[in-house]
């Protein structure tokens, strides 16, 4: 098993950055698909970005795409979400996620993912 811990949300202005953090327990990290998604109050849950388990592929939303990078760092444990140029819209709960998985595929549904973190608030500002 997995357990998730997010970190490094908060309130920050429209062009700023943020960086967020998941870290990861168990012996086993390496062997996990991850990703993020987010969800915006009144809105469902959105896939964000994905990241296979040794870091080699990575898949984005279009609506992040140039704007935010998917890392990993399995000797830490931990993912990360890089996110530049923050707009508005970027506001929601961001959540990360894990599955036992070691294809090199991105899965973006969320029901592709049994293990998930608690959730951190990114709030940005017009």
């Known amino acids: 098993q997995v357990q998730l811990v997010e970190s490094g949300g908060g309130l920050v202005q429209a062009g700023d950055s943020l960086r967020l953090s998941c870290a990861g327990s168990?012996?086993?990290?390496?062997?996990?698909?991850m990703a993020w998604f987010r969800q915006a109050p009144g809105k469902e849950r959105e896939f964000v970005a994905g990241?296979?388990?040794?870091?080699?592929?990575?898949y984005y939303v279009d609506s992040v795409k140039g704007r935010f990078t998917i890392s990993r760092d399995n000797a830490k444990n931990t993912m990360y979400l890089q996110m530049n140029s923050l707009k508005p819209e970027d506001t929601a709960v961001y959540y990360c996620?894990?599955?036992?998985?070691?294809?090199?595929?991105?899965?973006?549904?969320?029901?592709?993912?049994?293990?998930w973190g608690q959730g951190t608030q990114v709030t940005v500002s017009s």
């Open positions: 168990g012996r086993t990290f390496s062997s996990y698909a």
């Open positions: 996620a894990a599955a036992y998985r070691t294809q090199s595929f991105i899965v973006t549904a969320s029901s592709g993912y049994n293990y």
């Open positions: 990241i296979s388990w040794s870091g080699g592929f990575t």
